[in-house]
């Protein structure tokens, strides 16, 4: 059984055939072009797994004020009920850290309320500004601020995942114009074969 070879040692025997002269390069080509895209693959899948990652992040942001808002859900709290909400999504490889406002209307001739959920629009590039919360009660102002900055975080880290794709995307497209491209050398041929074939 063979041992793994380590990082090292690949860039060691990449480096070590680049300059051998008795390899079929060819071959060598087609390889290196394989375990290129094979490269690019794995960081676009190790990219959904990491996003799914930072929705799993999101989330414990979002239950850590969740479990705020439901121990605050007493007549005890000066200013219930809390107003505010925030919801976590990833679809389409877009992760979605968003805020709602919500309102409570009591239901015509029956006990309790009906709650009208109104989407909060994200003005900040990674950030909701403030003024998005002036309605917030005292007890809420803090909790939506400290899970807002971990949401920007995430935010930012997913701008950064996304633009490693992108980059991947573009690796892609050039990797296949310089397999093209290789494959368009014509091979070298001596002064004097090229002279002798003309003569004939």
């Given at each position: 059984?063979?041992?793994?070879?380590?990082?090292?040692?690949?860039?060691?025997?990449?480096?070590?055939?680049?300059?051998?002269?008795?390899?079929?390069?060819?071959?060598?080509?087609?390889?290196?072009?394989?375990?290129?895209?094979?490269?690019?693959?794995?960081?676009?899948?190790?990219?959904?797994?990491?996003?799914?990652?930072?929705?799993?992040?999101?989330?414990?942001?979002?239950?850590?004020?969740?479990?705020?808002?439901?121990?605050?859900?007493?007549?005890?709290t000066p200013g219930y009920p809390g107003h505010f909400g925030c919801r976590v999504r990833l679809r389409k490889r877009k992760l979605e850290?968003?805020?709602?406002?919500?309102?409570f209307v009591p239901k015509k001739g029956s006990e309790g309320r009906s709650v009208f959920s109104e989407y909060i629009r994200k003005e900040?590039?990674?950030?909701?500004?403030?003024?998005?919360?002036?309605?917030?009660?005292?007890?809420?102002?803090?909790?939506?601020?400290?899970?807002?900055?971990?949401?920007?975080?995430?935010?930012?880290?997913?701008?950064?995942?996304?633009?490693?794709?992108?980059?991947?995307?573009?690796?892609?497209?050039?990797?296949?114009?310089?397999?093209?491209?290789?494959?368009?050398?014509?091979?070298?041929?001596?002064?004097?074969?090229?002279?002798?074939?003309?003569?004939?």
């Amino acid at each position: 059984m063979s041992k793994r070879m380590t990082h090292q040692e690949i860039c060691e025997e990449w480096e070590s055939v680049s300059r051998a002269q008795n390899l079929d390069h060819r071959r060598g080509t087609e390889a290196a072009i394989r375990q290129c895209r094979q490269f690019l693959a794995a960081i676009q899948q190790q990219a959904d797994v990491e996003q799914a990652r930072y929705r799993y992040l999101a989330q414990r942001l979002c239950d850590h004020f969740w479990s705020h808002n439901v121990a605050h859900r007493t007549d005890q709290t000066p200013g219930y009920p809390g107003h505010f909400g925030c919801r976590v999504r990833l679809r389409k490889r877009k992760l979605e850290l968003s805020w709602y406002y919500n309102r409570f209307v009591p239901k015509k001739g029956s006990e309790g309320r009906s709650v009208f959920s109104e989407y909060i629009r994200k003005e900040g590039q990674y950030r909701y500004h403030k003024p998005a919360f002036t309605r917030a009660q005292d007890w809420e102002q803090p909790l939506i601020m400290e899970t807002e900055t971990g949401f920007e975080m995430l935010r930012r880290l997913n701008a950064n995942q996304a633009e490693l794709c992108r980059i991947v995307r573009k690796s892609e497209r050039l990797l296949k114009d310089l397999e093209d491209h290789l494959r368009g050398l014509k091979e070298a041929t001596s002064v004097s074969s090229s002279r002798s074939s003309e003569e004939r």
